[in-house]
């Protein structure tokens, strides 16, 4: 007779948080082909209205991501010449 499988315990995060989390984790070479690829599926013109608004969410998510590790490298920088 088989187990039975455990349950599975709801996330208390919703995707949408957990993916912002995700996206504050990479690196700037990773945010930026990122938001290379969302750019591009946002120049086709096979788009949903619903699922354009996300990927232009998505996209200004990884610019946001890669002025940020730009500016923390700029203040490392900054710091070393002191």
Do not use: G
């Amino acid at each position: 007779m088989a187990e039975p499988k455990p349950k599975r315990r709801r996330s208390s995060v919703d995707p949408e948080s957990q993916w912002q989390a995700e996206v504050e984790q990479l690196s700037f070479n990773e945010a930026r082909t990122a938001l290379e690829l969302a750019m591009a599926k946002l120049q086709s013109s096979e788009l949903e209205v619903e699922e354009m608004a996300t990927l232009y969410r998505h996209a200004e998510a990884y610019a946001n991501r890669c002025s940020a590790v730009l500016e923390a490298v700029e203040q490392e920088v900054i710091e070393w010449d002191s």
